[in-house]
Every structure is written in structure tokens, then in C-alpha cells.
């Protein structure tokens, strides 16, 4: 999530009550998850195995649990709970307020566009031109949809990512203020779940088509051109390339890469990464060709006489 | 799809400027795709490998990219895009228009049906005796609901189909212009989707009966008697015959033939016609006394002491 | 289902024209179903196979289609149709009526609760303090929700559960009447779905938390601080125990008991019950190490040189 303009160290670290290490006046951009984050934005920490991985990524100030030694450009934040502070600087900029209305006032709408009815747009929403959304649609807080994209009845976009810190005693929420992006000429069917990224966005490239009651996890990032058939799951965090072909039911795990044009069969489970152009199937997946000749074997096996 | 009233062979080809084989005053009835096209209808076909199944369809007009030899009793229609031109005549008989009621004012709704709050009627439909249709469900234009039909909160009816032709640089849809019959006795339950048929109906037999968030796609039939767990996906154009009972996460692949009282276990992923009476498991799924022996041999080679 | 005030037998039969044995006076609490029957209730068996089942249970009064030797402390009601008369009685004290208003008037609700546009709400529904339900959800009759509870858009709670009997010529439904019950921090993903008890509640116990397009059926217990990720379906009547896991798409058929602390594995299909704190994978699933050391036999097989 980028603030709306540029803040200062000093007035973050106050926001939270935290010390500091860097200038006071270090400036800094925006808020993101270890997985997006960009030059100019914080990244939080809290557990000693994944401290190089925050000091090495391109986030400028890095939200942690330690003082510990970093590079002169980086800045840090030091807290005692970096999970509930990165939560808490989120909800100072992007605060969840509940809205009366059906549709928020401050919805842009390009020419052409059919909202049926029935449909609840949330805050600094935009849609573009010559999109239709059916009847009993969410459009969550900040979501952006581009032109000619089609979205069918009962699909929420924008929900709240599913991402908790086990407390022992409870779990706690990381909350979402990031938000979903559509782009041009994608659609999606019925039903579906697009969750919006925690700080970051959740992407469905251009030309993409998804059929009914998919669910696409926060902050995942799919390409331009694939074609996801119905009741997919696809968890957060992942990047599906271009021209990815996803046929029905298939589930791929957290924060992986589908490679460009890689076509998975129905049912598959992906726990893994997968490579371009290649076929995959089965639970775990692997390449079609390999588990054809699995399954083969396994019937000489039971049925030979 | 049948026309409101009978159109002639001229007619329908000057509307996307083609030229035609047959006499101009050939009577056309209606349009539909190939697994569902009768006597009196158009069908399309563009590709050479698909001329003779739709040569030898019950069509009797034929919408192709080259003109080619056909049976005196057939006419043709020269185009050089006939997926183009399919939707173009579909959308000249039946254009999408956006709705500004909750329930379009010329729906037929029997005596006794109940339909609770937020529901979205599109237009021409028609509602049966003793229903109740239960909050936040959507029923798009032209479904049929026949008598003791219950459908439960965020189920959508009449969805447009999921079906692309590959352009290389982009997916064009086949809009559908079909529609949803539901007959009398059947009850649906929450969240499900069923797809309005492309050009045809996508039919849920008397006295089924469906669970929650199950996928039934474009075109497909369901039978009489069936019963279906949650979570079930059933891609388009399927025929499931009488008395099927379909287990929990299912996936049926589409075009398929499920015979009568067959029996498909939980998580199956059928890939083939399936059998009168059998039951069926696996993924890929296959008679399950069959798929038990390979659990078994499996499970003996990797403990066996 | 506990009446409002306690009835006799007698009055009970009269309502359903029945016989009876016991005393006039005997004084009946309510009805429930085998699964969840207690003391002061009355259950309901049509097949010898169960007769000992129901007679052995909690339940003080067995509507039941034989006159049998039952001990004195319990009633029985002697029907032809006990399925048919359970209905009635069901119906009589919780009959189903339309609700014109899109929020019940008598729902209670606690401080600080936001309740987004388009929610519908059903008659005696409760929720607690701090909670947010967001737009499209539907909460049916007799829904109670606790405290600091979140409940995504498109999420229906309280549909009637899957529960039919086979009559040979259709399948007649045992009507829901009763309800769900969200505990304090439970929070629910998007478009899931929740079945309310056929008598008795469907609990999702405290600090639980669920991804989208759940399905939950109908008198299943689900225990405190549970996990469960995207398109899970869990059948009507489990008792899913406290800080158990469960990743995507995982199927778990009906009445089973999953132990404390159990992690249950992607897409993992369970049929039998399962023990405190193993991990479980496949489908049938079976211990993960034993599952894994199967899968690589399998491959070893397969690909050897």
C-alpha cells in the first residue's frame, strides 16, 4: 500500500510508540508484505529465521523485533511486536469504516458500463468502460477494474485476505488494506472469491477468463491470456504467469510460480513450482506423462492375471 | 434457442452480410450448438475436422467458412468467421440489456411461491406453485422454475457459459443466449452456480436434488431422481441420466454420458462415459472395486515387513 | 430443537394422530435428531436396523413405526411414517414463514456491530458485540453469533441442511429447524456456506477461523481455534475437535470425528475418523508418512531404470 503522500520516520515510529534507527526525516513511501514489497516501503519481521530476508529485500525500513546491524540505506523500526504494529500503522492509513449506501459516492464508472442491480460498490472504486457487473456482486474498498471486463453474479472482489499469526492461546488477523486489480477484457464468473492483497495488490491479467466459484488467494498475481475453469483454488502469494490453462478443481499451495502456457489437468494439487509450456497432473502434481505412467503400472500391478 | 417467429434463409444471412446455399426463403426455426442442434436450426462449424459432424447433424442450416457439398435437404450460410457471426445472429434474437428492477416486471410467478427479500429476477422468467426462493439468489433471463422448487440464499441461476474460442491473441466468448429449466420438485441448495445454456437449456430433472456450492455448466442435463453432494463440479454439455448419486467434490469432465443410477464416490475425476448401475472412484475414475484393489497392492508394497 | 414451553405426550400424538405409549402427563422438552438427542427429547427411527440405536440413546421419547419393549423410563409414539410425523411436529412448533423485511425486526443486535448494505436477516437471529458482516450475507432464522465475530460477503448461514429419504419414487426432505451458532472470534471467509442443525445447531466453536467457499453441513461441531483453508466441505454431523488444521479442498464425509490437533493435508479426502495430532494426506486419507512412502514406491516403480 503506498500512502497517500511521503512520510517521515520519526512520525511513523510515533505512530507506534517504537524506537528507531535511521535520520528522522528518512522518508518512506508506503506499507507491504515481505513478498511485494518495493524500494521506499516498510516490511515488518518477527522471527529471527526470516531477519536476512527482510534486511536483503528492497524494502527501505524494515519493522522488527531486534536491533540488529543493517545497511546505511535501510532504516529500521524496532518493536516489540511487529505483527500487531504492522497492523496497527495499516489501519492508521487505511481505516475499514462501515458505508450506509449500496454503492459509494466516490465510484468512478467509465462510459457504457451496466452496474445491475443489486450490487455493492465499496469506497475509491473504479471501473472502466463497457463492463458488465451482475446482480448480487461485492466490489470491496479500493478495487480497480479496467475496460470491457466482464464480472457474473454473486462474486466478491476485495474480501479480506485468510493470513493469522498462531498467538498459542488465539489466532491474530493480519488485516487486509490492500485491494484487487482487473485488468482489461478479463471475466469472471459466478460465485467466485478474489481476495485483495494484505498490503499489496491481488492481479487478474488482461484477457484472463475465470469460470464460477474460484477462489484466488491475497496478493497472488495472475498473467495475461490464462483460462481458469470452475471451483480452482489458488492460495496467496502466487504468480501465474501467461497463458496458464487451469482446468477444473485443481488447487495450487501458497507463494508459488506457474510458468508461462503450462496447462494442469482437473484435480491436480500443486505443491510445487511449475515450469513453462508442461503438463502437469495429480495430488501432489507432477508431469502428466510421468503420472500417466504411474497410474498405468498400478493397474498392471492390481489386475494382472 | 427458437426464434420468437420463423425467419428465412435470406433473412438470417443478410444480417451478418453472407452469402448462402439454399433456397431464400428456406424456413429457419431457431439456433443451437452441435450437441443439442434439432431439425429446422442453424449450426456452426469452423473448423474442417468438425464439417462432417455438423453435415450430418440434425441442422438444417449450417453456418461455415467454406462452401462445401451437402445434403439437398440443408442449407448453408458462407461466412468467413462463423463464431463471429453465430454471435452476432444470437445477439440480433436475444441482446443483453441492463435491468433496473430487482425483478423484472414480467416475470410469471405461481400461486403460493414464496420469494424472499434481494432476489434477483431477470427477464422472462417463469416461477412455478409452492416455491420458495430464498434471499440473494439470482434467476437470469428466460430461466423456467417449475412447481416445489426450493433454491437456497446466494445460488445463481442462468449464468452465462464458459466457453472461448483460442484467437492466439485473445479468448472471444460464445455468449450465451440459452437458459436454465429447473423441473418441478427439485431443491437446490446455497452458493451453487448453474449456467444458462450457450444456445440451448441446461436442465436440473424432476425431483433432484443438489447441496451446496456445486457447479453445474453450460448446456449440461441432469436427469430425474439425482442426488448430489456439495461441492460437485459438472462441466457443460453433459448428460447425466436418472437416479445418479454424485458424492462430494465430484468433477465431471464435459461432454460426458453418466448412466442410469450410476454412483460416482467423493472426489472422483471422471474423464469418460460412465456405466448404468456401476459406482465409480478415483481420479481418474474407474469402477471402484477395480480402484480398491490398487489402494490395496499399493498400501501391501510399501508396508509389507 | 428445544420447545418453548414443555408439551406432554399426549398432546404431541394428538398432533400427528399417533398412539402412544407412556404416561398422559409424560413431559417432552424437544425433539432431535440421533446424532445430537439429550434427555427430555424426542428421536425418531423407521428401521429395525437402528431400533436399539434409538432406544439405547439419551432421548426420552422414540417415535418409532413398531410397538417394541422399551424400558419405563422412556415413551414411545407409534407412527406408520415416523420420518413423515417428525416433519410435522418440527413444522408445527418451527413452521417456516416469508419474511417481507430484508432485516427481521426482532433481531438482536450487540454495540459496535456493523452490518454492511444487503444483508439479509432472518427472524430471532443474535449477534454479539464488535462484529462485522459484510454486504450479501444472508444469517437464516435463529442464527446466534457471538462476539469480535467477521463474516465475509456472499456467506450464507443457516441453509437448510442435505438430509433425504429415499422413497423409492423421490426423495422426501427432513425440514431444518434448527440453527447455527457462531462463537466469539470466529471469523468466516466469503460465499461459504454454514447448513443450520436439522434440529439441533451447527456450532462453529471460539476463535476458529475460515477461508471462502467453506461448506459446513448441517450439525456438525466445530471445535475451538480451527484452521480451515479455501473450498474445504465438511458433510453434516462431524465433530471436528479444537486446534485442528485443515488445508484446501480437503472432503470429510458425514459423522466423523477429527481428534484434537489434527492437521489434515491439501485435498485430501477423509472417510473414517481420525486421531489427535497426526497429519493425514490422500484420498482415502491415510497418515501423511504412510501416504508419502506409498507415493514413492509408486514412483520408484514407475521410472526405474
Same mark, same amino acid.
Given at each position: 500500500?503506498?500512502?497517500? /503522500?511521503?512520510?517521515?520516520?520519526?512520525?511513523?515510529?510515533?505512530?507506534?510508540?517504537?524506537?528507531?534507527?535511521?535520520?528522522?526525516?528518512?522518508?518512506?513511501?508506503?506499507?507491504?508484505?515481505?513478498?511485494?514489497?518495493?524500494?521506499?516501503?516498510?516490511?515488518?519481521?518477527?522471527?529471527?529465521?526470516?531477519?536476512?530476508?527482510?534486511?536483503?529485500? +528492497?524494502?527501505?525500513?524494515?519493522?522488527?523485533?531486534?536491533?540488529?546491524?543493517?545497511?546505511?540505506?535501510?532504516?529500521?523500526?524496532?518493536?516489540?511486536?511487529?505483527? =500487531?504494529?504492522?497492523?496497527?500503522?495499516?489501519?492508521?492509513? =487505511?481505516?475499514?469504516? $462501515?458505508?450506509?449506501?449500496?454503492?459509494?459516492?466516490?465510484?468512478?464508472?467509465?462510459?457504457?458500463?451496466?452496474?445491475? $442491480?443489486?450490487?455493492?460498490?465499496?469506497?475509491?472504486?473504479?471501473?472502466?468502460?463497457? *463492463?458488465?457487473?451482475?446482480?448480487?456482486? @461485492?466490489?470491496?474498498?479500493?478495487?480497480?477494474?479496467?475496460?470491457?471486463?466482464?464480472?457474473?453474479?454473486? @462474486?466478491?472482489?476485495?474480501?479480506?485476505?485468510?493470513?493469522?499469526?498462531? =498467538?498459542?492461546?488465539?489466532?491474530?488477523?493480519?488485516?487486509?488494506?490492500?485491494?484487487?486489480?482487473?485488468?482489461?477484457?478479463? /471475466?469472471?464468473?459466478?460465485?467466485? @472469491?478474489?481476495?485483495?492483497?494484505? @498490503? #499489496?495488490?491481488?492481479?487478474?491479467?488482461?484477457?484472463?477468463?475465470?469460470?464460477?466459484?474460484?477462489?484466488v488467494?491475497?496478493?497472488t498475481?495472475?498473467?495475461?491470456? *490464462?483460462?481458469? +475453469?470452475?471451483?480452482?483454488g489458488i492460495?496467496?502469494?502466487c504468480?501465474?504467469?501467461?497463458?496458464?490453462?487451469?482446468?477444473?478443481?485443481?488447487?495450487i499451495?501458497?507463494?508459488?510460480?506457474?510458468?508461462?502456457? +503450462?496447462?494442469?489437468?482437473?484435480? #491436480?494439487?500443486? #505443491?510445487?513450482?511449475?515450469?513453462?509450456?508442461?503438463?502437469?497432473?495429480?495430488?501432489?502434481?507432477?508431469?502428466?506423462?510421468?503420472?500417466?505412467?504411474?497410474? +498405468?503400472?498400478?493397474? =498392471?500391478?492390481?489386475?494382472?492375471?
Amino acid at each position: 500500500m503506498k500512502f497517500a /503522500e511521503p512520510q517521515t520516520l520519526k512520525k511513523i515510529s510515533s505512530l507506534i510508540n517504537a524506537k528507531y534507527v535511521g535520520d528522522d526525516n528518512f522518508q518512506i513511501e508506503g506499507i507491504n508484505e515481505i513478498h511485494r514489497v518495493k524500494k521506499g516501503e516498510i516490511v515488518f519481521v518477527d522471527h529471527p529465521k526470516y531477519y536476512d530476508k527482510a534486511l536483503q529485500s +528492497a524494502a527501505s525500513v524494515v519493522l522488527i523485533n531486534k536491533k540488529i546491524a543493517c545497511s546505511p540505506e535501510k532504516a529500521l523500526i524496532i518493536s516489540d511486536d511487529p505483527f =500487531r504494529d504492522f497492523n496497527l500503522i495499516n489501519a492508521h492509513f =487505511r481505516k475499514f469504516e $462501515p458505508q450506509k449506501e449500496m454503492i459509494s459516492p466516490d465510484v468512478l464508472i467509465g462510459e457504457n458500463t451496466i452496474i445491475q $442491480p443489486n450490487v455493492y460498490i465499496g469506497k475509491q472504486v473504479k471501473i472502466g468502460s463497457n *463492463c458488465i457487473i451482475f446482480s448480487n456482486v @461485492t466490489l470491496q474498498d479500493y478495487t480497480e477494474i479496467g475496460d470491457n471486463v466482464i464480472i457474473q453474479s454473486g @462474486t466478491v472482489i476485495g474480501g479480506d485476505g485468510f493470513y493469522y499469526k498462531n =498467538r498459542g492461546t488465539h489466532y491474530d488477523r493480519l488485516k487486509s488494506v490492500g485491494n484487487v486489480k482487473i485488468e482489461d477484457n478479463v /471475466e469472471i464468473g459466478s460465485n467466485c @472469491t478474489v481476495d485483495r492483497g494484505v @498490503t #499489496s495488490t491481488t492481479t487478474i491479467g488482461e484477457g484472463s477468463k475465470l469460470d464460477n466459484l474460484i477462489q484466488v488467494g491475497h496478493d497472488t498475481v495472475i498473467g495475461k491470456k *490464462c483460462l481458469i +475453469a470452475s471451483q480452482v483454488g489458488i492460495a496467496g502469494c502466487c504468480n501465474i504467469k501467461d497463458e496458464v490453462v487451469i482446468w477444473g478443481q485443481v488447487g495450487i499451495a501458497s507463494s508459488l510460480t506457474i510458468g508461462n502456457k +503450462a496447462v494442469i489437468l482437473a484435480q #491436480s494439487g500443486v #505443491s510445487k513450482n511449475l515450469e513453462n509450456k508442461k503438463t502437469y497432473f495429480g495430488s501432489p502434481a507432477d508431469e502428466s506423462k510421468k503420472v500417466m505412467k504411474e497410474l +498405468a503400472i498400478i493397474k =498392471r500391478l492390481a489386475h494382472k492375471k
